[in-house]
């Protein structure tokens, strides 16, 4: 479905940027993978993608808070590939704490890479997507740019401004064969929400099991994660062209957390 297409994955080495690119390398595309960890884990990612859904994989280093290492990334999709035709902006950071002891380097942090990173992002990719004319770009948002929750100040406000972004760069290419729309999850079992889960088991004094069941039970109707590649599915078919008239959208995936 995605064969010949090109696609950069940002925040790629854990969680659902992870699942995301499985699921594009199994209908396709080829990717470039960014994220942090450790290189020999990042390599058997790379090389086991590429072997398993026969499509080419490269890796960038990239911390999207810095305008010049997005601008290398997306460079790195076109020298390799030709092409960026899907652009996934999935890195992102988590702190939770009260407004008044939020630690200003925190704020500032999220805002940087859950936020500015995107920006940089669509700003390296759009002159490109519209000399093609095409594009598709997927911002992961999350249920906290369409709604609050207490101790996540920074964290809603970027998510929000996600939101408010993306519709701003789905009118500017109206009609120009590129699409932006962010994708709103729920909860998803990945480490940044294991984190959180073993905070609220320690704070209560609580098994883990406990404050999973407990975290779930507190937005998520449907009591289930949502997974990865839920996701990731999700991204794919934004990228097909099925999707060709869904630009500016907030699409939430989050088992009727934002229905309540
Ligand atoms: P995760 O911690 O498992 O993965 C985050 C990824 O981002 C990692 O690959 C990490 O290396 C990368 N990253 C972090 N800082 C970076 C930087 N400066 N430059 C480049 N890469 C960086 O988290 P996740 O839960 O998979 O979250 C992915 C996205 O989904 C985030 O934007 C998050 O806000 C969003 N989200 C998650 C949930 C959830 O329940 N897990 C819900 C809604 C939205």
Request: aromatic fraction near 6%; proline fraction near 3%.
């Amino acid at each position: 479905m995605l064969k010949g297409l090109s696609a950069v994955v940002t925040g790629s080495t854990s969680g659902i940027g992870l699942g995301i690119a499985n699921v594009l390398a199994s209908k396709g595309a080829n990717l470039v993978i960014n994220g942090f960890g450790d290189a020999a884990a990042i390599e058997a990612e790379r090389a086991g993608l590429e072997a398993k859904y026969g499509v080419r994989v490269v890796y960038s280093g990239a911390d999207v808070s810095k305008p010049d290492d997005v601008k290398a990334m997306v460079d790195l999709c076109i020298s390799s590939f030709g092409a960026i035709d899907i652009l996934v902006n999935n890195a992102g950071i988590q702190h939770t704490q009260s407004v008044e002891d939020f630690p200003a380097e925190r704020w500032n942090a999220i805002i940087a890479i859950n936020l500015s990173g995107i920006f940089y992002a669509m700003q390296a990719a759009l002159p490109h997507m519209k000399a093609k004319g095409f594009g598709r770009i997927i911002n992961i948002g999350s249920v906290h740019g369409l709604i609050g929750s207490v101790h996540k100040v920074a964290y809603v406000a970027a998510k929000h401004g996600v939101v408010g972004m993306s519709k701003v760069v789905a009118l500017e290419t109206a009609g120009t064969g590129i699409t932006c729309n962010t994708i709103c999850p729920g909860w998803v079992h990945t480490p940044l929400v294991q984190k959180q889960i073993e905070a609220m088991a320690a704070q209560q004094g609580i098994s883990v099991e406990d404050a999973t069941e407990k975290l779930l039970l507190a937005k998520q109707p449907s009591q289930q994660f949502v997974t990865p590649e839920q996701i990731g599915e999700l991204a794919a078919f934004l990228a097909s062209d099925a999707a060709a008239q869904i630009t500016g959208t907030a699409i939430p995936v989050d088992g009727g957390w934002t229905a309540q």
